[in-house]
């Protein structure tokens, strides 16, 4: 058991995170492209990658991309000062594609004005599923319940400065920002955060207040994703005025179904007011196949909201929960389980496509 900041990873599950055959980390070793430590598990020494060392070798990989990939990425990849000879790299990721890409969409949020859906849930290992890759992430609670602080193992959050600090108080937003992880920020939340919709409803530009102190720190990070607190309310709606993606996570009942029409038209309308265009995305969660009622959900989904859905859908898991109990990512509870590889293929699916 490890927390996230401490998680190390097998040579067979760096492989399968870098879509990599086994065989070559080795090679990747000698060749001084990946550290690998020796780390003692009972009674042996095991090879093993730390999360920082595994996230350098990603950075590596991207700021060397071969040329043919620059049109897949966003500013500052030609930068990259290369010592590494560019055939190693082609040749050891020469089918990994995704590896070589930046986020579609650096500013992200998991939304549903109900609750229990798996927003907070999904968030979390979304964000350290991403931070793995070597994407410097900046994770944003914006629920007073703090369900996502509390999932990125952050306990003391009630002594710390949160996004009602820089949208009502004018705290520079740089100082409600914590470390959590190598890679990975998070602006925490606690319950003082439920108060916040009076006093912001009384500001001017109240729904352009956090595009605009996200806008001073967004070139230090790939990738921001918030977690939204579960209500039509102006904080998620400024959320939204920031945001170019918003993934709806919706489990696979039928009342999250039947809250869809009341949660797409409320995107909508905030488009139209705002002049804002948003990728929406649709995340069928907690899909169970063995139960009618599920499939007739997704079923429906799909057929209503067929452009939207994402191909990925996420399975009701113990393991997902287990994750939470431990406030960690759920490949220390299990990495070849069934949910580690729906957290891998969603955060595929939303980071680059
Ligand atoms: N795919 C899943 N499989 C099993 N349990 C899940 C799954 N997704 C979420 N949960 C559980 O459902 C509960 C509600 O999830 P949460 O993320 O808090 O929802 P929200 O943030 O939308 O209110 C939590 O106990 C969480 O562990
Ligand atoms: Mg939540």
């Not at 705002?274 to 899909?287: E, G, K, S």
Request: proline share 4%; glycine share 6%.
């Amino acid at each position: 058991m490890a927390t996230f900041r401490e998680m190390c990873f097998t040579p067979a599950e760096f492989a399968s995170l870098a879509k990599l055959d086994k065989s070559i980390v080795g090679e990747l070793e000698e060749q001084g492209l990946l550290r690998v430590i020796k780390k003692k598990v009972g009674n042996v020494d095991r090879k093993m990658i730390t999360l920082e060392d595994m996230q350098n070798y990603f950075r590596m990989v991207r700021d060397n991309a071969p040329a043919e990939f620059a049109h897949e990425m966003g500013d500052g990849a030609e930068a990259a000062g290369s010592q590494i000879p560019v055939e190693a790299v082609e040749s050891v990721a020469a089918a990994t594609a995704t590896l070589f890409k930046r986020p579609r969409n650096k500013i992200q949020m998991f939304y549903n004005v109900k609750g229990g859906t798996g927003k907070s849930t999904l968030t979390a290992q979304y964000v350290m599923r991403a931070s793995m890759m070597g994407l410097r992430v900046l994770a944003i609670d914006l629920d007073g319940q703090g369900h996502l602080t509390v999932n990125l193992d952050v306990l003391d959050a009630h002594e710390r400065p949160t996004i009602y600090d820089v949208l009502i108080n004018d705290l520079p937003i740089h100082q409600s920002v914590m470390n959590v992880a190598p890679g990975l920020d998070l602006i925490p939340a606690n319950l003082g955060l439920c108060n916040i919709e009076i006093p912001l409803n009384n500001k001017p530009r109240r729904e352009y207040r956090l595009q605009e102190a996200l806008a001073k720190i967004a070139d230090q990070y790939d990738l921001i994703v918030a977690d939204t607190n579960p209500a039509a309310s102006i904080l998620n709606g400024s959320m939204l005025v920031a945001a170019g993606l918003v993934n709806v996570v919706c489990a696979t009942n039928p009342l999250s179904f039947h809250g869809m029409s009341l949660v797409m038209t409320t995107i909508e309308e905030l488009e139209r007011e705002f002049r804002h265009t948003l990728q929406v995305r649709i995340v069928p969660n907690m899909y169970d196949n063995r139960e009618v009622i599920s499939q007739e959900v997704l079923g429906e989904l799909r057929a209503q909201f067929m452009d939207f859905c994402t191909k990925t859908v996420v399975n009701r898991s113990a393991d997902l929960n287990e994750a939470t109990k431990r406030r960690t990512t759920v490949w220390d509870v299990s990495s070849k389980g069934a949910a580690a590889q729906d957290i891998n293929s969603l955060a595929e699916e939303l980071i680059f496509s």
